[in-house]
Structure formats: C-alpha cells, structure tokens
C-alpha cells in the first residue's frame, strides 16, 4: 500500500465529518424590531434556551446564530424596558430567517420602578425617522452618535455632517461652521429651537467651540427654512438640542484625561495671570485719569517654559420624573481643561512696483500655547398639568476661557542688511499673553396648550446675554539681529497694553398657533406667528502704548528678561476714543403664516413670512467722523414653498424654495477704522443685507429604520453679499484696510450625496459635497503712465465666495459588537481648497490648501455599567497650508522654501496629535 494513502483516507473522513456536520447544521439568522415603529432594537439580546447559544442584534437590528442542529427550540429575546418575547422555531437542514417585534413594556421593570417609558430616542434610528418625517431638509447627529464620535466639542462634531465644513482656530479645534460654502455669517445658531446671541466683539455669528458635545440629545442642521423659522439664514441653521429628562432615574459621570503630542516635543508656553488688572485705568479711575507705568503690572509680561499637565475631562448628569412622571428634571455638567497648540509660520508678502505676483517681505515663526478652560451647565425642568397643558424651563451657561501665550520671531527680508549667504538679517521677538473668556447664559419659559382637539398654542420668553472679556492683552517687542548665522536680542522696542469687552443682551418672545381640519377627506394643518427681539450691545476697548525708558533698553545689560523692562507711557489716557467702542441696538419684529397639507402622496408646506428689522449704532467716541450714529430700516417679505412626494413607503422626492436674507454685523455698518496686527480694519455705514433665493430637490429612500441614502442639488442667488476684501485707501497713503462690502450679486449651486449603511456589526456614513460658487468684485493692477508715475489700475475678477470648497466629503467606519462590549469608529474629513483672504490684487487671493483630517475613538463596555473609552485626534498630523496661487523669482533668494511648484507658501501650522482616554458611568 501507499504510505500516503492512511494520510489521504484520515483526510477524507475528517472532510467527510466536517461536510456532515455542516449538512445537519444551520444558520438562524433574523431581526429584532420595535412593534409599534419598526425600529430595529440595537443590542437586544437573543439567547436559545437551555443552551449556550445566543447572539445580540447588531447596528442593523439584524443577528445570527451559526451551526445550530437540527431540531425544535425556543427562542428568548430581551431588550431593557421591552417585554422579552418567547418564540418557538424549527431548524432543519435549510437556514432559518425570522422577524422578532418587541413591544414597549408598561408595567414594572427594573428595582420595580414604576415607569411609563420609551425606549432611548437618541438613537440613529430615531435621528432618521426626525429626518424622515421633517418639514425641512435636514440632517441629524444622534446622541449615540456623540456619545462615542471622537469629537469634545460641536465645532468638531459638526464636520460630519454633509455639506458642512469649518474653520479653524489657532490651535487646531472647530471654530465656525461653513454650511454648503456658505461662510459662518450666513448660518445662525438655536439651543433646544430658539437663536441665542454672540459673544464676539463685532459679529452675529456664534463660536461652536464653546459647547461641549456631551451635552447635546443630538445635534441638527437644517438646509430649507419654512415660514416658522427665523429667516436670515442661506446656508443653514444649526440647532443643538439638549438633552432632556429621561423615564426613569438615570445618573451618568466620566472623567478622561490626555495629552497633545505637540508638548512631547517642546514645552508649553505660559505666563503670570495672578495680576491682571480686569479694567483698564479708564475705568477703574475715571476719564480724566493720567496713568502712570504703576498702574500696569509686570506680571503678565513674565513668561516661562513648562511641561503642562494632562488635559482633564469629566462630566456629570443626574435626571428623573416625579409626582407620577409629571414632573421631569435633568441636570447636567461639563468641564473640560485642555492645553493645545501649533507650530506656525507666516509669510508676509506685497505687490510692488507694476509686478504681478507677490514678493515675500517677512517671516514669522510663531509659537502658540493655549490652554482651554470650558464649562457647559444645563438644567431642565418639565410640568406637565394635564394632557393638555405643559410647562418646561430650561437654562444654559457656557463658559470658555483661552489662556494663550504666543511667541513671534520675525526676520525681516526687505530690510538692506538681509544677507542670506552671510546669514545676516534684522530680526524682532515679541510676545502676546492674553486671556479671552466668552461666555453664554441661556433662560427660556415655554408653555405649549391644547385648547381644544384641533387647535394647539405654544409661546416662550426668552433672555439670554453673551459676553466677551479680553483684559490686559500684553505684547512686549524686542529687536534683534542675526550676523553670521548667530541669532541675539539687541534692544527693548514696544509694549502694548490692551482692554477689550463687550456684551450682548436679547430679550424676546415667540407666540405660535396651529390648527387641524380636515380639506376633502385630506389633512390641512393652518399655522400663525411672530416673535419680537430687542438687542442691546455695548462694546469697549482701550488701548495703551509704552516704550522703553531709556531709549536704548539693551539686552543683556539692562533687561535679561520682559519683567525686567522699565517702562515710560506713550498715552496716559489711552486709546478708548476707537471705533470698537460703540453701542448697538436691534429690534426685530416677525409674523408668519403657513399651511400644510397632506393627501396619500404629497405633502405641500407653504406660507409667508416678514420681518422688520430695526439696527442701530452710536459712536461713543465720534474722532470727526461725519456719521456718529446711524439706523438701518427695512422690512422684508420671506416666502416659501416646500413639496415632498412619496414614491413608496420608504422613498420620497422634495423640492423647496424660500428666500432669506442676511443682517451685516454690529460692528460693520460702524464708521471708524481699527489698527489690527497686519492691517486696518473699517466699517461701512452704507454696507447693505443681503438677499437670497434657495432652491432645492432631494431624493430620499430609507430602506430600513437605520439606513438612508440621499442625493440632492441647491441653488442660490444671492443680491448684494457680503464679502470682505482687502483695500487700498490711496487718499491716505495707499494705507491698506480691510473692510466689508456689497459685491454685485453671486451663485452658488452644488450636489449633495449622503449614505448610511449597516451591515449586522459593522457600518458606514459617508456623504459628498459639490459646491460652486461665483461674484465678481473689483481688483487693483499697478501700471505707470506715460511719465512714468505709478497708479493702480481697477479691473474685475470673478472668483468663487470666501470659505468655498469645490469638495468636501466624509467617511467614517464603524463597528459595533454589543454582546462583546466593543464599540469603535474611524473618521476621515477632506475638505478641498478655499479662499482663505480675498487679496486686493489680481490673482493674489490667499487660498487654504485641500486637506484630510483623520480621527478616532474606541470604548469596551465593562458588567453594562461601566465603560472605558479612547478618542484620538488628528492622526495624520495634517498641517494647515496658506498659499497664493503664483510665483515671483525674487522669492527664490530668499532662504525661506516659500516657492513650492506654482504657488507661494503664505503660512503653515502644524498642531499634532491630540490622546484621550477615560471612564464612563451609567446607572
């Protein structure tokens, strides 16, 4: 016999034995729903009793139990506040498919809690149905989804949404929300549906940066407007509605810490706060104070290098319903104290002469240090009288503190002892210690009324204030040389000390009315309203310039560090006659009036809506300007229309039109100018609204409870938008300023694709952005006349608007194993390239280079109560990049790389990676 042939018989019968067992085997596979809504029950929990059979039902609601013999079993399927459910099942050679419909249990549960509960409604599948069933187009982040995205604040967590993208700040984070290319000033802001105020200086729009995200139920974007939403809005609405009283007694808690990968690598720049003066001596002492360099302490200018401590993250949320589930109260907390930063450099640059392209003049290598302190307070309380009537009362604080020191070290190319070969070049260090606290208090009565059963009233009061303080805003500047390659500090050169606050005060009230009838057998729903909201802002700012007492203050010698610099004042009253110390005033009065009907196919929601808009502004310092004070009248007519067909029970087609408009800021309609950093700024008294016409078509289909896919395109034609460029005043000097402006008119138009798919344990979001826009604004190009005198010449240039990317798209993967514990998610974000400054030459606009943000999280779930958890950002490094779109050869002596292929880098930023890890509680 062949000695291979026991191996190949021992073979055959294993294979023989493996086939049999899979013959007389099976799959039971199914999904565990909710009886009522369909929704599939995530996690619900299927068991084949008496053995050790079982699965769980994955994102999908969808299980499988493999190699399950032949033979008749039961089947027990649990899910907390839900009947568990016996069912018999037959499995023989064939795989075995079944549909398991819990129902909501309203009887006793756990600890023998009385409750007359749901189930969680901050799931996914809850966040489609809202979209599905919305007035608008809409788009939702579910609190599950929150709870376990990668991002602690809305700035960040908003980047997943189709069509949005945002703007940055120094450090990296979220700031402004940019919806379908429409920049930050066309988008505004609610909490729990109604618009809260911002704590900038000079500007409607709100920083998201300031709300932590663990305190959202979920997070909505809005695309069309109906007649009952405010209507200065192009690009969108956010609306962050916060959590609300659970069912029954619910206590959750984490705490996280991490790190920045930035400070592995170089320490944390801070400075001596204990001092700060938070008035300046104009207001401690009085207009007609004199002060002396006594009245400005040294401390902030004492800096030093240190290794933070970990970043700490916790927060805390207690809620329950009492007097037999009439009364529901929820409290909750967030702090977060974080240390960011980034590594910068930016290029100066200018056109001279008749060149067409930009010569680099100087670099900045820039240093941030930022240590964040954020605080989110929530309190809710719900009173339901009867089934008629409620009450609920909700307050809001919010508190960001940025503690940032920043370190400048310029060297200067346009100067004549620049020698790249020698290494000799001017240089200057400076230093800015500054301390931003905005802040946001939100309190809102709302009462909603059931008169009868065809018509229902629901009314709120409103009062909310936003503040901003900016005390003792230090910079110390030092000059310096390098020689031969040997950087060294020479001689102290200035110092400013700067104040800046603002707030801003709304109280308003809304009053809406909506009855039901019947129109030929079809449902007709007739909605009425308005709302009134009186603005009050009061900026400040002051301004006091010091220079060194002796004028030749040498390093060294004289001084080793800032502190040790003596001082003498340039302006012992200050600079408080500025344009940024103003008053402003708003009253805005709206009313409304919509229908909605609804037949076997169609839904049809039109209506009107005007608003009458009164804004104001008082110079408190005029300089001879020739226009102190000013008002802005105008009444607006804001129509709408939105259409949504069925095509089957889970596909519908949409179409909307509305137009809207968008106010200028506070501070743009105030004459005056403001001397920033690189250039001036100005307002425009005669700067006007801009008007908008939106249209929109969307196909939707939800083919199941939990996944959707929807494709759409927008229009927008948009009369007098606002665009801010930079400008050349020649009367003054060719001084540059920066100012807004009413641009002709301008398009924009796009493509919007959104997917969710889920597949058992495993799923995918992902959605696509095309957006095009187009305004054409004038630009300058230097000629010489025929003797030979320079002039610039004004040209037009159509360009897309300010913050536009052609494309912007996302991808996140996620995997969920809920018997496991495990639950895991990788973000990506791509954002293509966008004008980042509109330039006031030809072809010299400064654009953000296309980028990919990379995130993650992952958490495991320990005995149901405890979860540990791990969110990682940033983890491709992805640098911020800053270029205009041309080369000039003059830049190739230089020794800084600026020229990259046709382009000239202006700025780059690196922030590192950022690492969380932590505890969460649930009881």
């Known amino acids: 016999m062949n000695r291979h042939y026991p191996c190949l018989i021992a073979l055959s019968l294993l294979f023989l034995l493996l086939f049999c067992q899979n013959v007389f085997a099976a799959t039971l596979k199914g999904l565990v729903k909710d009886v009522k809504t369909g929704e599939p029950l995530v996690g619900a929990s299927v068991m084949v009793k008496n053995t050790k059979m079982g699965s769980s039902a994955g994102l999908d609601g969808t299980f499988q139990i493999k190699d399950i013999p032949a033979g008749v079993y039961q089947l027990q399927v649990s899910y907390i506040t839900y009947q568990t459910a016996t069912l018999n099942v037959n499995v023989d050679k064939e795989d075995v498919a079944v549909v398991i419909s819990l129902e909501e249990n309203t009887g006793k549960t756990l600890n023998e809690v009385l409750v007359t509960g749901v189930a969680d409604r901050s799931t996914e599948n809850s966040a489609r149905l809202i979209e599905r069933n919305a007035n608008q187009l809409m788009n939702i982040v579910s609190g599950k989804t929150i709870e376990i995205s990668p991002d602690l604040t809305i700035a960040n967590l908003i980047q997943r949404v189709s069509g949005v993208s945002i703007e940055r700040n120094s450090n990296g984070d979220g700031q402004y929300a940019i919806l379908r290319g429409m920049d930050k000033r066309y988008n505004y802001t609610l909490v729990n549906g109604i618009k809260i105020p911002s704590p900038d200086n000079k500007y409607r729009y709100v920083p998201l940066d300031i709300f932590p995200s663990e305190l959202l139920g979920r997070l909505e974007v809005t695309k069309t407007l109906t007649p009952d939403l405010e209507g200065d809005a192009v690009g969108g609405v956010v609306n962050m509605v916060m959590k609300d009283a659970p069912n029954q007694l619910e206590i959750r808690a984490n705490v996280a810490g991490g790190y920045n990968e930035l400070f592995m690598e170089r320490g944390f720049g801070s400075f001596d706060r204990s001092q700060i003066q938070h008035q300046s001596p104009y207001e401690l002492k009085g207009s007609s104070y004199s002060a002396t360099v006594n009245d400005f302490p040294k401390a902030t200018a004492s800096t030093q290098t240190k290794t933070p401590i970990p970043n700490i993250i916790g927060g805390f949320s207690v809620g329950n319903r009492f007097l037999q589930n009439r009364l529901g109260v929820i409290l909750a907390a967030s702090y977060q104290n974080t240390y960011r930063g980034s590594n910068s450099r930016f290029f100066s640059s200018t056109v001279y002469d008749t060149e067409k392209t930009s010569r680099i003049t100087s670099l900045a290598e820039r240093k941030f240090s930022d240590q964040q302190q954020r605080l989110g307070l929530h309190a809710k309380a719900d009173f339901r009288f009867n089934q008629r009537n409620k009450l609920q009362w909700y307050n809001a604080f919010l508190n960001l503190a940025n503690i940032q020191l920043r370190d400048t070290k310029t060297t200067e190319f346009s100067s004549g002892g620049y020698d790249p070969l020698k290494g000799n070049a001017g240089l200057s260090f400076s230093t800015r210690s500054r301390v931003t606290r905005q802040q946001i208090l939100n309190s809102t009565l709302q009462g909603n009324h059931l008169l009868s059963n065809k018509l229902k009233v629901n009314w709120s009061v409103v009062y909310s204030l936003a503040t901003s303080r900016i005390p003792d805003n230090t910079t110390v500047s030092v000059l310096g040389k390098r020689e031969n390659f040997v950087e060294t500090k020479t001689y102290a050169s200035q110092s400013t000390r700067r104040w800046e606050h603002n707030s801003d005060q709304d109280y308003a009230g809304y009053l809406n009315a909506s009855y039901r009838t019947l129109l030929k057998g079809n449902s007709l729903e007739i909605d009425a309203g308005g709302l009134y909201r009186d603005k009050r802002r009061e900026n400040f700012y002051n301004n006091y310039q010091l220079q060194p007492a002796n004028t030749f203050t040498q390093y060294g010698k004289d001084f080793f560090s800032n502190a040790d610099i003596n001082w003498t004042l340039n302006n012992p009253r200050g600079s408080v006659a500025s344009a940024l110390t103003y008053k402003a005033t708003e009253q805005i009065g709206a009313a409304y009036a919509m229908a909605k009907l609804e037949t076997k196919k169609w839904q049809v929601i039109g209506g009107l809506r005007t608003e009458h808009t009164n804004q104001g502004y008082e110079m408190l310092f005029p300089l001879g300007e020739l226009r ?161 005198n320079l002039f610039n010449k004004n040209v037009l240039q159509t360009r897309p608007l300010y913050g536009q990317a052609a494309h912007v798209a996302n991808v996140t993967l996620l995997y969920k194993d809920t018997k496991s514990g495990w639950d895991a998610q990788v973000a990506a974000s791509y954002t293509g390239e966008r004008i980042n400054t509109v330039s006031q030459f030809l072809d010299n606009d400064l654009w953000q280079e296309a980028f990919i943000q990379m995130d993650a999280s992952v958490e495991k779930s320990l005995r149901g109560k405890w979860v540990i958890f791990a969110k990682a950002n940033n983890l491709l490094d992805t640098p911020l990049r800053v270029i205009i779109k041309n080369t000039n050869p003059v830049n190739n002596d230089l020794e800084a790389d600026t020229n990259t292929g046709n382009s000239t880098l202006i700025r780059q930023d690196f922030y590192k990676r950022s690492f969380v890890a932590g505890l969460r509680f649930k009881l």
Not at 644 to 668: I, M
Not at 697 to 709: C, G, K, M, N, Q
Request: glycine share 8%; proline share 6%.
């Open 628 to 788: 102190p004070s000013g008002t802005q009248t105008y009444t607006d007519l804001l129509p709408s229309l939105n259409l949504k067909y069925g095509l089957t029970s889970v596909q519908s087609l949409r179409a909307s039109y509305f137009r809207s408009l968008n106010r200028p800021g506070f501070f743009e309609i105030v004459p005056g100018k403001v001397v920033n950093e690189e250039f001036q700024e100005r307002g425009n008294p005669d700067l006007k609204r801009a008007l908008a016409d939106n249209f929109d078509i969307r196909y939707e289909v939800f083919p199941t409870p939990s996944d959707l896919f929807m494709v759409g395109v927008f229009y927008k034609y948009i009369k007098d938008p606002i665009e801010y460029a930079l400008s050349v005043d020649a009367t003054r000097g060719q001084d540059v300023f920066y100012s807004p402006g009413n641009y002709g008119n301008a398009t924009n138009y796009g493509l919007e694709l959104d997917l969710i798919k889920y597949f058992h344990k495993v799923g995918i979001k992902a959605n696509y952005t095309y957006t095009n826009s187009s305004i054409t604004t004038q630009k300058i190009i230097r000629e010489r006349d025929a003797n030979g």
